[in-house]
């Protein structure tokens, strides 16, 4: 089949590599019909998240059962699916206590408790380096889906692929962002970050009642692409001192909820990659710090942006001083998947007004290049193998 391979960081290609196979009774292989390039695969394509050998990325997919192990219960060939990102046995005690990122099976040879920089990490993910499960991805043809009773979920005939890919990953990570907060009704909630997370996190803001959505965004077109979807206000701040200006909309507070939907690969200056560099960090932590200052005291900050390593001067007193309520993580999209597949179905929410670039899986390549270079405006590029 051909799928998109990573080689080394920077370097992305459209190849032929060997098909997928039924490996456990649990599997079924999947004819990918819709794919994409996800913020999170610039982690692998940039060097942020280590990868030696050679893979298949890519964690937002969707498509067709193709051929179904003998334990399969739930499938049959030609069921259409879409999968959330998360590999989960749905068996061991995360997976039964709502915690189904943190499987115990699934990422066989680098599990543990410990949350290391190299070991003991997470459960699974597909295409999401041997650190998370060595599981090839679905920027691909055909891909294998394991424990294909748990994660997969069934796509009315009625809906396209688009309107319902992006439940696999960043709508219900975005979801996270703001169910975590556990909004009353009525805050101001401060989102960093205008990229496609970002974009759903507004969203999501709206749909849990916040009253006031501020974008937070250094690119003038994401923010366009932000008051036009999801008719939110924006802050450049290229433009403004974003703290203070969120003060000032906030009678001097701050807002209620900060959400860093951006991470360790924020916009860095030559300071912040001198000190990355003698602290032996990965990227920056400069958005998180802006949301520490944004929120208010006794308000709450969530982290749906990635970050792989430990950072020197974190303000852990600020934090105290404040009161701040912090919650971070990969999404648990199996406690969300169904709820907000019924918001898609019920055009309670469209997810697919993001898209701003589609081509063909062949096209590779060329997709990464203008998403990780945010050229042509480019906000979220779907593929189609």
């Known amino acids: 089949m051909k799928a998109a391979v990573f080689h080394k960081p920077g370097d992305i290609r459209y190849e032929t590599v060997a098909d997928p196979r039924i490996e456990d009774a649990n599997d079924v292989i999947l004819k990918v019909t819709a794919t994409a390039i996800c913020g999170s695969d610039l982690h692998i394509y940039d060097g942020f998240i280590p990868q030696t050998a050679n893979m298949v990325p890519g964690h937002e997919f969707m498509g067709i059962v193709e051929e179904v192990g003998p334990s399969v219960k739930n499938l049959k060939k030609g069921d259409r699916v879409v999968v959330p990102f998360p590999i989960a046995c749905g068996h061991c005690f995360f997976c039964t206590h709502g915690a189904s990122p943190h499987c115990e099976n699934s990422n066989f040879e680098h599990y543990g408790p410990e949350g290391g920089l190299l070991d003991e990490k997470g459960g699974a993910l597909f295409g ?25 979920r069934i796509v009315p005939d009625n809906m396209t692929d688009e309107q319902v890919l992006f439940l696999t990953d960043i709508f219900p990570t975005g979801w996270s962002s703001i169910d975590w907060a556990q909004l009353k009704g009525g805050e101001t909630v401060a989102i960093f970050g205008s990229g496609p997370v970002g974009l759903m996190a507004q969203k999501a803001a709206w749909i849990n009642g916040a009253g006031r959505v501020i974008a937070i ?19 450049n701040p290229n433009d403004v001192d974003v703290v203070e200006a969120i003060r000032q909309m906030t009678g001097g ?30 990227g920056t932590d400069s958005v998180l710090e802006l ?88 906000v979220k590029v779907v593929l189609t193998p």
């Open 217 to 235: 965004d250094p690119l003038n077109y994401r923010l366009e692409k932000a008051k036009a979807v999801n008719k939110v206000e924006t802050l």
């Open 128 to 152: 999401y380096t041997d650190l998370y499960g060595g599981y090839s991805g679905g920027q691909a043809e055909y891909v294998r889906v394991p424990y294909a009773d748990i994660s997969p």
């Open 253 to 282: 507070r701050g807002a209620d909820v900060c959400v860093d939907a951006v991470g360790m690969e924020a916009h860095r200056n030559f300071f912040d990659k001198v000190k990355a560099t003698i602290n032996f960090e990965k």
């Open 291 to 378: 949301c520490f200052r944004a929120v208010r005291r006794a308000g709450t900050v969530t982290m749906v942006g990635v970050y792989g390593t430990p950072f020197d001067n974190f303000p852990l007193g600020q934090m105290f001083d404040k009161g701040i309520t912090i919650k971070q993580g990969q999404a648990p999209v199996l406690n969300y998947v169904d709820h907000l597949l019924d918001l898609v179905k019920t055009e309670k929410v469209v997810l697919d007004d993001i898209i701003s670039h589609r081509m063909p899986l062949s096209d590779v390549s060329k997709g990464y290049d203008i998403f990780k270079n945010k050229e042509d405006d480019c």
